[in-house]
């Protein structure tokens, strides 16, 4: 390895060493406020190293990670949520008597993870980048030991992420049984020599999709996301929704490309498939919840369906479609559970949404970014979320996917309802029957504050005059083709 | 630039008010008032700096414009312009602004700097709409109005509001998605044949489609303009919302919305889609006929005053719907004038409501009676508002529907007699309101307060409004003369390869389309044997002695067509079928009908 490895991999060093560092100054000294400025430290550096790693890719360092522009985009994505998870969580577990440190030792671990998963174009560091992300994540669920469901929640995860990668593992090993090699290009070349038709191939594929399904939490692998959502601490929800699935999504792009086996004409019928039932029954299901948390985690498998809509239309503007909706969709549910998180209480998160009942006549501010945030994730204008929609839609019409689109537009119009409903709440005029018995709602912590008007800023940024990131989105998917 | 602060000055009085609100709501109603006299006098001004010039700029498309690049990686722009159908338009959504401000003076109390807010960012996402063509800012405006409609009534509507507000989102927003999927479709098939991508509506029109893919995207755009014009079956939401809405979320929801449904049919879609919309055209008059009946029957139906006059207004807006299907250059001008007639009566109508249940606590006819009594001059004045409603002759609406069964009777004479019974419906309902609101004996014994001067000020204008409109709507029909003619030239415009299956070959580019379109290669007929194509609409007493072009109705008719036998003499030779229908592409059975004639 010369030194233009170890620049493109510095976002990497950095985050690993941000890791080690902020454990040990645990370890010398217990302080909430110099573990958290760590943290940001490190992701602050790290972030700044893709400026220098952006000079010297693409690069190809060991067969396992390929560092290109396609994984700087995600890298950068990565960086910036979990920057802003930490500043919603700082405020989150201020109110909270557990042990605080060791949160973000596993947050920057998780992170390092995600890192890997989408600089890496080799079935190993897949699935190593995979289970760092994964295993940090299972503690991370059951983070506050003194609530049950965040233990069920945990529990819950583990099991069935642990099954998940089971079916990885022996899909990549049935493709590798067949082909011989573990590098996607490689793979991409066997395939085209006619190794798709055979059916240990299909069959790895479809295994791997198992896998892939279960972390994107698109129906029928979606059973623990509600539960999840619900039983962790709002900013690792927050997390879970953003970065994890975000990278997922990121390796999900980059294998199906760029092994070719998105051509195979099963595993574009199988996403098709997991697609249409997704938006269907993500959004029907969230219609009958009243947990703003489940309604949000039926939406977001929702919200993966429209994302596969842009992956199944393909090409480089479906890759830069779902990478857009990708990055608005991130900005959405942070500000999302930021909302959640700082009006979360000790004992309980707000997760009702008689919690939310005229928050605009008392909190006005966090009701409109609440709003704005709910309004993006039903795709109005003026939003991130809108153009998402808006570029999911051009790419499905250019590649003529009508059915998949139709799917869309009707279900769209159905989750309309559900964040309405939330948004009826959040200015109905009537208080709540039960308005005194509530205590009255905590103040907002100022980092929390700061962060929740940054990603509104960046929803509408994103919203008005996306050319910025699209540019950025478009250089970045070149690296794909 | 005026067109930026158009939109500009009501967004920007939005923020401004709702920030000032809580120190004063005083503050508050006198800039949102400023703000909506401020574009109303901008909009006058440039009505009358164009007036005079109507017929030059006929030659040129635009009054006003303005065109700068926005998302570039889509071939965006933020491109507004104007003519003659925008300008009077946008008039009436200030007109109608300032009348919202000023009757929500007394009746909001909670809430007033969100409500200013929402009431002035509405307005502004109207004027969006009918300025923007650029297809993505359109789409943009369009959804973009709808959120502070829903937070008017969702807020300060009446009992249902909740359910009417959602309902009202809900249909809406799937007819606009459907929209979206119709533009795209577009934006792609542009490409397709051109290579450019582009949201232009300029460009965009003459963009060759195949006739089954031409006929499903513009039912795309038709669903999102039909739910909002209402069109009968799609009107549901339409009585909800009215009902639930606060007095000024009903004008404008009347008043302005719903004629951002018929912009959208006169703009997009029949000048993009002629030859579709021809083939849609027996359905579209026929569900239009269908909503004249239907609202009506309804209206006579209904107890609830303001029930009563949503039901009216599907009624009304099927004659717009009609007009703009029938095609010829009077239905359209017809139906144009109802636009703006019924925006403002019925707007009005609204708010005599409004100050009606302000008074009395009720909307309902039974627990109403004998105001006349006790509010003589509340009374006389909703007296005169019911007139226009049911098409007294001197009152604007008249005007707008007589154009449109003229139009309508020298196409398709089955078709006006059937709308002809809806006019005669719309006298019952009209006389139970007068009947059972304002007459009989004031069984609850009420004193109380007249029309004060600020609603005197208010009502008193909108009369002579409407008065002008009835007796001399010629500078209405003049002002948009020359947008109409556009219409009539695409309608009417050379044969393109758009009605083949076969795509134009790229050495012919559709942009090159936009001269000849602005001028069109064929000769008009000589005067007398058609409308001239440059001489502004004129009324139709002169219109008798003038065959007229007949439209697509001709396709359903298996009457001869009067005006189609007498132009035939003059017809060039080269274009024979396109005086007789102003349709692009005859289909086979305009075109049987068109040889039978002759």
């Known amino acids: 390895m010369n030194s233009a490895d170890f620049t493109v991999l510095l976002p990497l060093i950095v985050l690993g060493s941000t890791a080690v560092v902020v454990m040990l100054a645990i370890a010398f000294h217990r302080s909430h406020p110099l573990t958290a400025t760590l943290t940001e430290i490190g992701l602050a550096v790290a972030f700044w190293s893709l400026w220098p790693a952006a000079a010297a890719v693409p690069r190809q360092v060991t067969p396992l990670l390929i560092v290109d522009r396609f994984a700087l985009y995600y890298f950068g994505l990565i960086l910036a949520a979990t920057f802003a998870v930490v500043l919603m969580a700082y405020g989150y577990l201020e109110r909270h008597d557990v042990r605080r440190e060791e949160f973000y030792v596993l947050l920057v671990v998780a ?30 669920a059951a983070y506050l030991t003194d609530r049950e469901i965040a233990l069920e929640a945990g529990m819950k995860y583990l099991v069935l992420a642990a099954a998940s990668a089971a079916f990885l593992l022996f899909g990549m090993a049935l493709v590798y049984a067949e082909t011989g090699t573990m590098e996607f290009p490689a793979l991409a070349a066997q395939l085209a020599e006619g190794g798709a038709a055979h059916i240990w191939v299909l069959a790895g594929v479809a295994f791997m999709v198992t896998g892939f399904g279960f972390k994107l939490a698109v129906v029928p692998f979606h059973l623990w996301t509600p539960d999840v959502y619900q039983g962790a601490p709002a900013p690792v929800t927050a997390f879970i929704a953003s970065v994890s699935k975000g990278a997922m999504f990121a390796i999900l792009l980059r294998f199906f490309y760029q092994s070719g086996s998105r051509d195979l004409h099963a595993s574009l019928l199988i996403f098709a498939i997991i697609a249409v039932a997704s938006m269907i029954a993500g959004n029907l299901m969230a219609l009958f919840q009243n947990n703003v948390k489940r309604i949000l985690a039926y939406s977001s498998i929702a919200h993966l369906g429209y994302l596969l809509v842009a992956f199944e239309a393909g090409g480089p503007i479906g890759a830069a479609a779902g990478t857009f909706y990708l990055t608005a969709y991130m900005v959405t549910t942070l500000g999302a559970f930021g909302v959640i998180a700082a009006l979360s209480s000790s004992g309980r998160d707000a997760e009702e949404i008689e919690d939310y009942r005229g928050l605009f006549w008392r909190r006005p501010v966090l009701a409109v970014v609440f709003t704005a945030m709910l309004f993006s994730l039903a795709g109005i204008p003026l939003t991130a979320g809108f153009l998402g929609k808006f570029y999911t839609v051009a790419a499905g019409a250019s590649a003529a996917i009508w059915s998949l689109i139709f799917v869309l537009v009707v279900t769209s119009a159905i989750g309309l309802f559900y964040y309405l409903r939330v948004v009826v709440a959040l200015y109905a005029t009537e208080p709540a029957p039960d308005e005194a018995e509530r205590p009255p709602l ?12 940054a990603l509104t800023g960046v929803l509408i940024w994103l919203g008005v005059y996306p050319q910025v990131v699209l540019n950025a989105i478009r250089a970045a998917m070149s690296a794909l083709f | 630039m005026s067109l930026v602060w158009l939109i500009v000055i009501p967004l920007a009085a939005g923020v401004i008010a709702g920030l000032v609100a809580r120190r004063s709501a005083l ?102 709409v009918f300025l923007a063509i650029d297809l993505f800012l359109f789409y943009f405006a369009w959804e973009l109005m709808l959120i502070p409609m829903y937070f008017l009534i969702a807020i300060w509507g009446h009992e249902r509001r909740v359910y009417a507000a959602v309902k009202f989102f809900l249909f809406t927003q799937l007819s606009g998605l459907l929209m979206l999927v119709a533009i795209l479709t577009l934006y792609f098939a542009h490409h397709a044949a051109t290579g450019v991508y582009t949201f232009d509506y300029p460009a965009l029109i003459g ?81 239009a006929i269908a909503g004249i009946l239907y609202g009506a029957l309804l209206a006579y139906g209904q107890t609830d005053l303001k029930r009563l006059v949503a039901y009216t207004s599907v009624s009304h807006l099927g004659f717009v719907l009609l007009g703009i299907f029938i095609g010829t250059p009077l239905a359209i001008a017809g139906a144009f004038v109802t636009i703006i007639a019924h925006g403002i009566s019925t707007g009005t109508m609204f708010m005599m409501v409004g100050m009606v249940q302000e008074r009395t606590h009720t909307r309902d006819m039974d627990r109403l009676g004998g105001l006349w009594q006790t509010v003589p001059k509340l009374s006389g004045a909703g007296l005169f508002f019911v007139l226009a409603s049911i098409g007294l002759p001197g009152l604007g609406d008249f005007v707008g529907e007589f154009l449109v069964l003229l139009g309508t009777y020298r196409v398709n004479p089955r078709l006006a007699a059937l709308a002809t019974i809806g006019v005669l419906c719309s006298t019952f309902y009209g006389l139970k309101f007068v009947a059972r609101a304002f007459h009989g004996t004031n069984r609850n014994n009420w004193k109380l307060p007249d029309l004060s001067a600020r609603e005197i000020a208010i009502v008193g204008s909108m009369m002579v409004i409407l008065l002008w409109i009835g007796l001399y709507p010629q500078p209405i029909l003049n002002t948009f003369a020359p947008a109409a003619q556009s219409i009539e030239q695409i309608l009417a415009g050379p044969p393109t390869a758009s009605s083949t299956a076969t795509p134009a070959p790229p050495a012919a580019p559709w942009h090159s389309l936009e001269p000849v379109r602005l001028s069109p290669p064929w000769t008009p007929p000589p005067r007398g044997a058609g409308i001239p194509a440059r001489v502004p609409l004129s009324l139709p007493s002169g219109a008798g002695s003038r065959p007229e072009r007949s439209g697509f109705g001709t396709a359903r008719a298996p009457l001869p067509v009067r005006g189609a036998g007498s132009v035939s003499p003059s017809v060039s030779p080269s274009a024979p079928e396109r005086l007789v229908s102003p349709w692009r592409s005859p289909s086979p059975l305009a075109a049987d009908l068109s040889g039978g004639n002759r």
């Open chain 1, 111 to 140: 992170a390092l993870g995600s890192l890997v998963l989408v600089a890496s174009d080799h079935f190993v560091s897949f699935f190593l980048g995979l289970e760092i992300l994964s295993v940090t994540l299972y503690a991370l």
């Open chain 2, 207 to 287: 963009t060759p489609l195949a006739p089954h893919v031409a006929l499903l995207v513009m039912l795309g755009f038709f669903a999102a303009f039909a739910v909002k014009l209402p069109m009968f079956p799609l009107h549901t939401w339409l009585p909800d919302a009215h009902t639930e809405a606060p007095t000024a979320g009903s004008v404008v929801l009347a008043g302005l919305l719903l004629k951002t449904g018929a912009y959208g049919l006169l703009r997009f879609v029949l000048p993009l889609f002629p030859d579709a919309a021809h083939r849609f055209a027996p359905v579209a008059t026929g569900l």
């Open chain 2, 27 to 128: 503050a508050a109603r006198w800039l949102s008032l400023l703000a909506m006299i401020a574009g109303f006098i901008l909009s006058v001004r440039m009505w009358l700096e164009y007036y005079p010039h109507i017929s030059l700029l006929s030659q040129q498309k635009w009054i006003a414009e303005i065109d700068v690049p926005w998302i570039a990686g889509f071939g965006i722009h933020f491109h507004l312009a104007m003519d003659g159908l925008s300008l009077l338009l946008v008039t009436l959504t200030f007109l109608l602004g300032i009348v919202s401000v000023m009757i929500s003076w007394r009746e909001i109390r909670d809430g007033i700097g969100f409500f200013h807010f929402n009431l002035l960012w509405v307005i502004a996402g109207i004027v969006a």
């Open chain 1, 442 to 453: 905590p103040a907002v912590p100022a980092m929390g504050g700061l962060t929740l008007a």
